[in-house]
């Protein structure tokens, strides 16, 4: 009987010392607090190692200046920021390369939400995907603003670059120029967009919104959809392929006589848009919009069978239910004969 006793009572310490093993195991979330500059800086630098911020939370404390900081873009976050309603100020980012903003990729896992930030954001080099927030966001945004500047060559937005996420709740103050696919939150969207609103200004100065003379030739010229022309330029949105609710734009969008897919709220669009409005001005060369400059609804073609097909379903049936016939008469001769038997 003790035997059994001390039995039981070792297996049940194993299993409680398994359970603590697998729970700290289990248990990855991790809390950091961000009182400072250099505790900003530590954390954008922690985050070029991939893993890092995987279930990790941050908490602003206090508001952020990083006036004349050589700031690097957080290269990856897969965790929960929360701004608590603070402000990031004096960002600056230069880098040279694509996809960038305060972060560079936001993940499927990750959420932004409650901050505030200001500066500016002009890549070096090819200049594709920037945004205030995130060059590409996957995860999802929250009651965040950027304020600033935002200059670059292609996917474009006041908010992210691409956005393959939820951008929910955001606004966007100040400037952005681009050549294709710009937007007052998104460059192009291929996520959700909600409740946003724009109240910068999307290339309006005609220096910054054209290629230049040099790249112009008289077949450029004529062609209203150029490579060499400025297009799908929108108030929320440069491209919209997904959907976009409940969002205004109080900028003016665009330059008289320059580029094609100019909207007050898309440049083109192939998703859903709805209870948005535009109270900006909206110039450009063509496929000029209110809401959007170009609506290309997908198409959803449903042909009808036709007399051969209804025919061949019909004789495929017919063989169906005489070979169930035949076997049950093949049966029936078969069970006579051994009652007769």
């Not at 250099?38 to 990083?66: H, P, W």
């Not at 006589?257 to 909206?282: A, E």
């Amino acid at each position: 009987m003790k035997v059994k006793i001390s039995l039981l009572l070792f297996v049940l310490c194993l299993l409680f010392s398994l359970t603590i093993v697998y729970a700290e195991q289990e248990d990855t979330s991790r809390v950091i607090s961000i009182s400072s500059p250099e505790q900003f800086m530590e954390f954008a630098e922690n985050c070029r190692i991939d893993n890092y911020s995987k279930g990790l939370t941050v908490e602003l404390k206090c508001d952020i200046d990083l006036t004349g900081k050589q700031f690097h873009p957080i290269a990856i976050f897969s965790g929960t920021f929360k701004g608590n309603g603070h402000c990031i100020t004096g960002l600056s980012v230069h880098f040279s390369g694509s996809t960038c903003g305060l972060f560079r990729y936001l993940s499927e896992d990750a959420t932004v939400m409650d901050l505030k930030v200001s500066g500016t954001v002009i890549p070096v080099g090819s200049g594709d995907y920037a945004g205030g927030i995130a060059g590409d966001n996957a995860g999802t945004i929250l009651n965040c603003s950027f304020s600033g500047t935002i200059n670059g060559t292609q996917y474009i937005g006041g908010i992210v670059g691409i956005n393959r996420g939820s951008i929910k709740n955001c606004t966007f103050d100040g400037d952005i120029f681009g050549n294709h696919f710009v937007g007052g939150i998104v460059g192009i969207n291929y996520g959700y967009i909600n409740n946003c609103v724009n109240n910068g200004t999307v290339n309006t100065d005609a220096a910054k919104s054209q290629i230049g003379f040099s790249d112009v030739t008289f077949n450029s010229f004529l062609s209203a959809e150029s490579s060499f022309t400025v297009t799908d330029i929108g108030g929320i949105a440069g491209s919209n392929l997904s959907a976009i609710e409940q969002c205004e734009n109080h900028g003016s969008i665009g330059y008289q006589h320059i580029g094609y897919n100019i909207g007050g709220i898309c440049g083109t669009s192939t998703g859903y848009i709805t209870s948005c409005k535009n109270y900006g001005s909206v110039k450009g060369r063509k496929e000029v919009g209110g809401i959007v400059g170009q609506l290309e609804p997908s198409l959803n073609l449903h042909y009808s069978t036709d007399s051969i097909q209804v025919l061949q379903l019909q004789v495929q049936q017919l063989g169906s239910i005489l070979s169930r016939l035949g076997q049950t008469l093949l049966n029936f001769v078969k069970d006579t004969r051994e009652q007769v038997t």
